[in-house]
């Protein structure tokens, strides 16, 4: 088996890991989320609904890490990207500030690098290249993620849901009028 098979089929071992610990990540992450004092609207919200896009979003990094050939990779990563499209316009809709998103988001970054180190750490005799590709790949799903969180202007046109964004309203109002 040449150098390029093992690191294919190791990175498609990663993958499926990834994906039978999608339970504990997504745990970890509402512990993470709930234990930071500076996220307060996820308190408010229920699992399924802070969760919301983001299994699909491991779905999408999950290929990503499998893919076999560059357009593999780059439907792979589209599918990042309109995950985290998706998922920056529901946060926007359920009233989170700017820095409450990036800061969530974050703490998915963080478990899932610790998900990463914990499986390089149990598999000693892993190729050198293959941590160093998933780590490239979950950087660039975050780099991405954090476009789409970069102001509530991405989302023109999108209406947020009723209510979330009234706070916002209400202070532009008065400013618009003395304008």
Known sequence: MSDSTDSKAALTALARHLAARRGAILRNWQRSIEADPELTTPAALPHTQVNDHIPQVLDAFERRLQARDPIEKEVAF???????????????????????AIREWAHLQYCVLNELEDYALAHPSLQVTVMPIARRALLRLCGEECLQLRTPAAHRGREPRAGARVGAAATAAPRAAAG
Do not use: C, P
Request: glycine share 14%.
């Open 78 to 100: 589209e599918d990042q990207k309109s995950g985290a499209a998706e998922h920056g316009l529901h946060r926007w809709q359920q009233g989170y500030r700017q820095h409450e």
